[in-house]
């Protein structure tokens, strides 16, 4: 999937769009003389709300996709190297404000830095560029180096890749980068999730990588009934049909080979 293609699946995807159109289309709707479209595209919007708000619709769709691949029981006894890929932070409130900016996924960093201080034979690779469309911004790698570098993590262990903007660039570039040593035992770190997509990229070019999921957003059962969260039940809604998407997107275009790759 392109970055480009991927940041157009992120908005269609996004459950706010949809409310913001329903709304504009009740808006439409009310400078009719009987208004009676409008009533209903502003009804829609309400059941919309209402349903995101108490139903665990998100919940629901991303359950599959966290539990497909558990957190290993253990490790290798030695490990070659952590791959952490990147979405841990704001890109541009971090140029913005000159120091990294953390946003939800923030898991996949501090368990990469946890890794790395017990395994200090394995190599930490993160690789990241810059999410935004416009040209010219600083890659995300920059300010992730940094946070590790201050983290504790050695400099000699840590190696900065910072051109991938899309998970498939992230498993090419990596594959790249390291040549023969993608044979050896490498952890991959990304949220629960992503990683069904993520492991579908490296296995296609021929990685073994040991899945180590973490930013868990479901509970690992059935989802309860919540309470009145509309934001929630809408950013869950996003980031399920962003992932179910891509899988898709990713499988037609040759990136996996699989559907949904499993354990």
């Known amino acids: 999937m392109t970055f480009f293609l991927g940041k157009f699946l992120g908005w269609i995807t996004d459950p706010s769009l949809w409310l913001l159109l329903l709304l504009l289309g009740a808006l439409i709707g009310s400078f ?7 009533r209903v595209f502003l009804l829609l919007a309400l059941l ?17 996709l966290e539990n497909r691949f558990p957190p290993p029981a253990s490790l290798p ?11 841990s932070l704001d890109g541009e409130a971090s140029a913005a404000r000159g120091q990294p900016v953390l946003n939800d996924s923030a898991e996949r960093l501090t368990a990469a830095v946890a890794l790395a201080h017990a395994h200090p ?6 690789s990241g560029g810059s999410s935004s469309i416009w040209p010219g911004q600083e890659p995300e790698a920059r300010y992730v180096e940094r946070l590790l570098l201050d983290l504790g993590v050695p400099p000699a262990q840590l190696t900065i890749e910072s051109t991938s903007r899309t998970t498939q660039e992230n498993a090419a570039h990596l594959t790249q980068l390291l040549g023969a040593q993608t044979q050896g035992n490498w952890v991959l770190v990304t949220s629960a999730s992503h990683m069904p997509r993520a492991v579908g990229c490296f296995r296609h070019l021929g990685w073994q990588v040991i899945p180590y ?26 980031v399920a049909l962003h992932e179910w998407l891509g899988l898709v997107a990713y499988r037609i275009q040759g990136a996996t080979d699989a559907w949904l790759p499993a354990p």
């Not at 006894?77 to 979405?87: A, F, K, Q, R, T």
């Not at 034979?121 to 993160?126: C, D, G, P, S, V």
């Open 213 to 238: 999921p973490v930013d868990y957003r479901t509970e690992g059962k059935g989802e309860p009934l919540k309470p009145i969260e509309p934001i929630a039940g809408f950013a869950d809604l996003s």
């Open 121 to 126: 034979e394995a190599r930490l690779i993160f």
């Open 48 to 64: 919309l709300t209402l349903a995101l708000a108490v139903l665990p619709v998100g919940g629901w769709l991303l359950l599959p």
């Open 77 to 87: 006894e030695h490990i070659d190297g952590i791959l952490v890929l990147g979405g």
């Open 32 to 38: 009719r003389r009987r208004g009676r479209g409008g």
